[in-house]
């Protein structure tokens, strides 16, 4: 009876100690501006998890630089097996940041053109789109992630005047992804 006990103790023990509902990503593809950089994955159900995630970003081209901070959720729906295979899901964003150009020019209120001047404005951006992709996980419990999507951004601008004061940038774009993690 002791023998069957600590068999069944053991199993138990090796089927918890590998029964992974958790992960915990980096993207770095995020870097760009992505809200994913740091994601946490939990297993809702057989077939289902929920993603939170945080990010800073930036880049520079030319004279334009931008950096921003955002967040991200996402519910995911696997077709197999949750936390692995391909799945489908809905993703929601909010981004912060700011746009400084160098060298630039600037329109003040009376419509004199001054240029070799700073213009910056900062900006909030709401996403909300789709996103599928496949997900591995070994026994080490290292994951991998690869996704693609379509979200709509709707930017919105802190700067009334001058340069920024006609930019639009709303609209739908796509978003890639690259995760790389340890499941437990």
């Known amino acids: 009876m002791k023998k069957v006990l ?24 995020s870097i760009l501006g992505g809200t994913d950089l ?9 077939n289902s998890s929920f993603v ?22 996402q519910y ?3 077709f197999n097996e ?12 909010y981004n912060s940041g700011k746009v400084k150009l160098e060298n630039s020019f600037s329109i003040s209120s009376t419509g004199a053109i001054t ?3 700073s213009n910056e404005t900062n900006f909030g951006a709401l996403k909300v789109g789709a996103k599928g992709g496949y997900q591995w996980i070994w ?7 690869l996704n693609v999507g379509i979200a709509y951004n709707k930017f919105t601008y802190k700067n ?17 992804g690259f995760g790389i993690g340890y499941a437990f």
């Open 82 to 93: 949750a936390l692995q295979g391909f799945y489908a899901g809905a993703q929601a964003g």
């Open 38 to 46: 740091v994601s946490f994955e939990h297993k809702l159900g057989d």
């Open 115 to 117: 240029t070799g001047t």
């Open 139 to 145: 026994d080490s419990g290292l994951s991998i992630d």
């Open 52 to 73: 939170v995630g945080g990010g800073i970003g930036g880049f520079k081209i030319g004279d334009a630089k931008y950096s921003n901070l955002g967040g991200e959720l």
């Open 160 to 176: 009334e005047d001058g340069l920024f004061s006609t930019l639009k940038a709303s609209g739908t774009l796509p978003n890639f």
């Open 6 to 29: 600590l068999t069944a103790v053991a199993v138990f023990g090796f089927v918890a100690t590998n029964a992974q509902e958790n992960i915990v990503k980096v993207n770095p593809l």
């Open 76 to 78: 995911r729906y696997y």
